[in-house]
């Protein structure tokens, strides 16, 4: 084995292992603690649409506002699911 070989085996031995760790890494991630921290962030977007509901006397704010909450929150949930589709 010349030099070069070498350096490509050690290379692709060092690759390896990393590609191994990552993959135990993101499936040992909890997802519903990820979904719980999304929906916590959530909170962020949702409740000054929710105090606009309560706040309003428009219909149509308030039904677009409740549209808006819930395509968010069911937005979250779909993406979480996928990830853990991907993962597993």
């Known amino acids: ?9 050690i290379a692709n031995a060092v690759v390896d ?6 993959e135990a890494a993101i499936k040992s991630i909890d997802l519903d603690d990820i979904q719980k921290l999304v929906e916590v962030q959530m ?5 000054p649409l929710e105090a606009e509901i309560q706040t309003t006397t428009s219909w149509w704010v308030k ?6 909450i819930t395509l968010m ?14 993962i597993a």
């Open 1 to 9: 084995m010349n030099r070069e070989e070498i350096k490509k085996a």
């Open 17 to 22: 292992f990393a590609k191994r760790e990552a």
């Open 43 to 47: 909170k962020n977007f949702t409740d």
């Open 63 to 68: 039904i677009r506002n409740r549209l808006y």
């Open 73 to 86: 929150q069911q937005a979250v949930k779909t993406i979480v699911a996928d990830v853990k589709q991907k």
